[in-house]
């Protein structure tokens, strides 16, 4: 939740509507960049698959980043919070119509390189980030903490 005194970080949504990775998709996608960020001093990195859910109140995964590096408990650390894509062949025990299970739970190196190659780029460019690894993390839950997972792999 939000506490009293502690500086607000932005958060700007934007789409993504042409991958060579997964081709025909397009997604939402949010970046939060604390209010302590300078440029001169690299921010850390946290990506979040299913990322607007990690927005909503039963997450409030924003707040939780402001409150931490305000109180010094955690780095400057950029969220980026991305979605899915969709259209997508859905799922074929939950359904749906988005590119989700074809994106998470894939073993390959594809969502990898999607990140590597496609969206991280022209935000690299905007804001200066870490080149440690130890700066840098993947999260999700369900299939979203298999796509972080094998990604890190």
């Given at each position: 939740m939000p506490q009293a005194g502690v500086p607000r970080g932005t958060?700007?949504?934007?789409?993504?509507?042409?991958?060579?990775?997964?081709?025909g998709t397009a997604r939402d996608y949010w970046l939060y960049v604390p209010q302590q960020y300078a440029a001169a001093q690299p921010a850390c990195l946290m990506?979040?698959?299913?990322?607007?859910?990690?927005?909503?109140?039963?997450?409030?995964?924003?707040?939780?980043?402001?409150?931490?590096?305000h109180r010094g408990e955690m780095p400057v650390t950029l969220g980026l919070f991305i979605n899915a894509g969709s259209p997508g062949p859905g799922?074929?025990?939950?359904?749906?119509?988005d590119n989700r299970s074809f994106e998470y739970d894939s073993l390959?190196?594809?969502?990898?390189?999607?990140?590597?190659?496609?969206?991280?780029?022209?935000?690299?460019?905007q804001y200066a980030i870490t080149s440690n690894p130890a700066g840098r993390a993947l999260c999700g839950y369900s299939s979203g903490g298999i796509c972080a997972f094998t990604a890190a792999w």
């Open positions: 958060i700007t949504r934007a789409s993504w509507t042409s991958s060579a990775i997964y081709p990506i979040f698959q299913d990322g607007e859910r990690y927005l909503r109140p039963a997450f409030n995964a924003n707040f939780v980043f402001d409150n931490l590096i799922n074929p025990v939950y359904g749906g119509d390959g190196d594809a969502y990898a390189r999607f990140l590597l190659e496609e969206i991280l780029p022209p935000i690299q460019a």
